[in-house]
């Protein structure tokens, strides 16, 4: 009679660098030589494992919402906000089950596809993180962490002339280095042939929403727009529009791309606003005088809560250099070459230059709301050049665009995974949805709501060489439960909070980092963990047989069942099986064997590896001279 005393060496469960020496799957080499009596028999004496519990995750505990922003309290509601929370599921059909790592990576996942804003990158793909919090000196699972990361590296990366995108059903432009020219029909398209003039995007990469003085966001040359006899144009930024059509009533024919609610009859007086849809825009008028619009709502006006065109005057008192009225691009008395386009945090500026030197527009602090451009909100996370010119031979020129040199080279604009304006799209729920952000109070014209200049949240600001700053002062809150802060109509799917570790809360607050702008959250408790499955030990080079039905296998090397429970009820953990009567297996050796190796499997009953182990496994047998 004998004890065989087997276990994994590692204490670690690193299967990526070892292969005999697993928690399921190991192989114990003999220094001398076993020799096995003939006619012996074996069974399982004991067995010690490490059993990772799993997590039953279905639509009934899986449900979240992603808010990143400011941070909803007693001093700012989300009416007041200018994002709002994404919900989506991580298991979006059935019942599935996890390990904890396992549904680590399935939150994560989900989460990157629910960030929906471009200063989360990193490496080429949404920097967040989610892993099991595991007790440092017990090894007991208490939960997840979640970090989301930003990086706000700027990269000045000038559209390439193969990126640029008509708005309009025709191409009357040419793009080359940067340089954007009108240019005349082809027959048998004639020039005053509708839609008149020319309008494209640039969507192959959004601009930096960190932009400052070091590093700004955009910068268009428009030396070759001002002056006499160079006609209506435009030239701004957009989110992506078009697979948002809006067409005839009449002829279904494409009028326009734009946000379902966005009205064009309230242009402004700037005809072009018909055709094409800018969200923030500096227009050369047809009298040739400069003029700042954006896409707001005015619901004291017929147009009630659709979007419309309305001009932010920057010609005002409290503006120094352009208090005496609206500057003339026609005479450019100030020789102006350039315009530049700064966006910080929700914040937008546009100033007007030449040689380097800049004049303001519009900024955060001249004149009130009437003199700034309304905070950008969620749907304006990723915006885009856009440039209109009616006239052939006007040429405006993108001469820098600043975005994030962490986006994948792959960027989809109209991916319903990147921005929120193509999930909206894709779920038929743009409406619903984003209808409602863009008719709050901050995007809101309505007279009666008073002119109280804005105080907007900016970005870090970038240091000279845009090494350090940029990013945005939001953070990630996750909402487990119905919360009525943040809208009960919008969360009343959420019930996550017992699987994400968060018994009893609705709402987990992030923890912002004021230094590099992350965000991190840690669950307040371990979620319950189960085992469904029981285990089986096999021996693997010893002769006895054993028959597994389920497989039809009459030749398993399976000597031992480990119950879901241990000796004492556990079901995940530490588990320790001792049975009451060993049941002995015959090894069928008439004559003596011998063994220079033990090699043990820890499997389910189909015999595949139960990789829930982890740690140490120690398994003891008990080989004896057979008794029949």
Same mark, same amino acid.
């Given at each position: 009679?004998?004890?065989?005393?087997?276990?994994?060496?590692?204490?670690?469960?690193?299967?990526?660098?070892?292969?005999?020496?697993?928690?399921?799957?190991?192989?114990?080499?003999?220094?001398?030589?076993?020799?096995?009596?003939?006619?012996?028999?074996?069974?399982?004496?004991?067995? *010690?494992? @490490?059993? &990772?519990?799993? %997590?039953? +995750? !279905? *639509?009934? @505990?899986? &449900?979240?919402? %992603?808010? +990143? !922003?400011?941070?909803?309290?007693?001093?700012?509601?989300?009416?007041?906000?200018?994002?709002?929370?994404?919900?989506?599921?991580?298991?979006?059909?059935?019942?599935?089950?996890?390990?904890?790592?396992?549904?680590?990576?399935?939150?994560?996942?989900?989460?990157?596809n629910n960030v929906m804003n471009p200063s989360f990158y990193d490496k080429a793909e949404v920097a967040v993180e989610v892993t099991p919090n595991v007790n440092g000196v017990s090894g007991a699972f208490e939960g997840f962490e979640f970090d989301f990361i930003q990086n706000a590296k700027p990269v000045d990366?000038?559209?390439?002339?193969?990126?640029?995108?008509?708005?309009?059903?025709?191409?009357?432009?040419?793009?080359?280095?940067?340089?954007?020219?009108?240019?005349?029909?082809?027959?048998?398209?004639?020039?005053?042939s509708a839609p008149r003039g020319a309008c494209a995007i640039f969507p192959d990469f959004p601009v930096i929403l960190g932009g400052n003085?070091?590093?700004?966001?955009?910068?268009?040359?428009?030396?070759?727009?001002?002056?006499?006899?160079?006609?209506?144009?435009?030239?701004?930024?957009?989110?992506?529009?078009?697979?948002?059509?809006?067409?005839?009533?009449?002829?279904?024919?494409?009028?326009?791309?734009?946000?379902?609610?966005y009205d064009p009859k309230f242009d402004g007086g700037f005809s072009p606003f018909g055709r094409c849809f800018f969200d923030f825009v500096a227009i050369r008028d047809q009298a040739g005088n400069l003029k700042l619009f954006q896409s707001c709502v005015n619901t004291n006006r017929i147009s009630g809560d659709n979007l419309i065109m309305k001009e932010v005057v920057y010609?005002?008192?409290?503006?120094?250099?352009?208090?005496?009225?609206?500057?003339?691009?026609?005479?450019?008395?100030?020789?102006?070459?350039?315009?530049?386009?700064?966006?910080?945090?929700?914040?937008?500026?546009?100033?007007?230059?030449k040689g380097g030197v800049y004049d303001i527009l519009v900024n955060t602090t001249m004149g009130d709301k009437r003199h700034m451009f309304y905070p950008r909100s969620c749907l304006q996370n990723f915006l885009y050049p856009q440039i209109f010119i009616d006239k052939i031979a006007t040429e405006i020129k993108i001469d820098l665009r600043n975005t994030y040199d962490a986006l994948p080279d792959?960027?989809?604009?109209?991916?319903?995974?990147?921005?929120?304006?193509?999930?909206?799209?894709?779920?038929?729920?743009?409406?619903?949805?984003?209808?409602?952000?863009?008719?709050?109070?901050?995007?809101?014209?309505?007279?009666?709501?008073?002119?109280?200049?804005?105080?907007?949240k900016l970005a870090e600001p970038y240091n000279v060489g845009g090494t350090t700053g940029g990013w945005l002062a939001e953070q990630a809150n996750l909402i487990l439960a119905p919360n009525r802060d943040y809208g009960i109509e919008y969360t009343s799917a959420c019930n996550a909070q017992f699987s994400f570790g968060f018994k009893g809360r609705s709402l987990a607050v992030g923890k912002f980092d004021g230094v590099d702008g992350d965000t991190e959250l840690v669950s307040t408790n371990a979620p319950?963990?189960?085992?469904?499955?029981?285990?089986?030990?096999?021996?693997?080079?010893?002769?006895?047989?054993?028959?597994?039905?389920?497989?039809?296998?009459?030749?398993?090397?399976?000597?031992?069942?480990?119950?879901?429970?241990?000796?004492?009820?556990?079901?995940?953990?530490?588990?320790?099986?001792?049975?009451?009567?060993?049941?002995?297996?015959?090894?069928?050796?008439?004559?003596?064997?011998?063994?220079?190796?033990?090699?043990?499997?820890?499997?389910?009953d189909n015999e595949t590896y139960a990789e829930c182990l982890s740690g140490k496994s120690i398994v003891v047998l008990h080989m004896r001279k057979s008794r029949d």
């Open positions: 009679m004998s004890l065989i005393i087997a276990s994994n060496v590692n204490l670690n469960d690193s299967p990526d660098t070892s292969e005999i020496h697993r928690p399921y799957s190991w192989s114990n080499r003999l220094s001398n030589t076993m020799k096995i009596p003939a006619n012996s028999e074996i069974a399982l004496q004991s067995a *010690k494992i @490490n059993k &990772n519990g799993l %997590l039953s +995750i !279905g *639509k009934n @505990n899986a &449900n979240y919402g %992603l808010y +990143i !922003g400011q941070n909803i309290d007693d001093t700012l509601t989300l009416k007041n906000s200018t994002t709002h929370p994404c919900v989506d599921s991580v298991v979006r059909e059935g019942i599935k089950e996890f390990t904890t790592d396992e549904f680590a990576k399935e939150i994560q996942l989900s989460m990157r990366s000038t559209p390439e002339d193969g990126e640029v995108v008509s708005v309009f059903p025709t191409s009357r432009f040419t793009y080359v280095a940067g340089e954007f020219k009108r240019v005349a029909a082809v027959a048998p398209e004639t020039d005053g003085l070091n590093i700004p966001s955009l910068n268009y040359d428009i030396s070759g727009g001002v002056g006499v006899d160079k006609g209506k144009w435009a030239c701004g930024l957009s989110r992506y529009t078009l697979d948002n059509p809006m067409k005839s009533p009449t002829t279904n024919d494409v009028m326009l791309y734009c946000p379902p609610y010609y005002h008192a409290a503006n120094p250099i352009f208090k005496s009225g609206i500057y003339d691009l026609s005479a450019n008395g100030s020789l102006y070459t350039d315009l530049r386009w700064r966006l910080s945090g929700d914040s937008v500026i546009c100033e007007i230059g792959s960027f989809d604009p109209a991916s319903p995974n990147v921005d929120w304006v193509a999930r909206l799209t894709n779920t038929n729920k743009y409406v619903k949805w984003g209808n409602p952000v863009e008719s709050r109070p901050h995007n809101d014209a309505n007279s009666n709501l008073g002119n109280t200049a804005f105080v907007y319950i963990l189960f085992s469904p499955k029981s285990l089986f030990v096999r021996l693997n080079n010893f002769t006895q047989n054993s028959i597994n039905a389920q497989l039809g296998n009459a030749y398993s090397k399976i000597i031992g069942h480990l119950p879901r429970f241990d000796s004492a009820g556990n079901e995940v953990g530490g588990l320790f099986f001792e049975p009451h009567e060993l049941v002995y297996i015959k090894l069928n050796n008439p004559n003596d064997t011998y063994m220079n190796t033990i090699d043990i499997d820890l499997v389910y």
